[in-house]
Nanobody
């Protein structure tokens, strides 16, 4: 399983970015996926995660109403649309995947994922 995150960059407060996570070696129907982030000096945290059947979605309270996670299973790609960005969103963003036999549970903890991409830097600053 390989994951490649891209789309990060420098953006002003209030701006938008869309992150992309391309996957290989993954059968979308059998993998739950998610976005995580790690700011300097802080632990990695869950941002948004989605079940393998797209039936359940988790958003961290800090991003609810601003971020949207989607998946294109035909392209084996996951996206994170980030709007109304704030300086506190500055972090390295990682995408991750975990095998899931069913879509009845949203995996949202770092410890629940065993496949990780390399991360993409998002900096929100004026």
């Amino acid at each position: 399983v390989q994951l490649q995150a891209s789309g990060g960059g420098l953006v002003q407060p209030g701006g938008s970015l869309r992150l992309t996570c391309a996957t290989s070696g993954v059968t979308p129907d059998h993998y739950a996926t998610g976005w995580f982030r790690q700011a300097p000096g802080k632990e990695r945290e869950g941002v948004s995660c989605i079940t393998n059947d797209d039936g359940m979605i988790f958003y961290a309270d800090s991003v609810k109403g601003r971020f949207t996670i989607t998946r294109d299973n035909a392209k084996k790609t996951m996206y994170l649309q980030m709007n109304s960005l704030k300086p506190e969103d500055t972090a390295v963003y990682y995408c991750a995947a975990v095998f899931s036999a069913s879509g009845s549970y949203v995996y949202s903890k770092v410890s629940e994922y065993d496949n990780w991409g390399q991360g993409t830097q998002v900096t929100v600053s004026s």
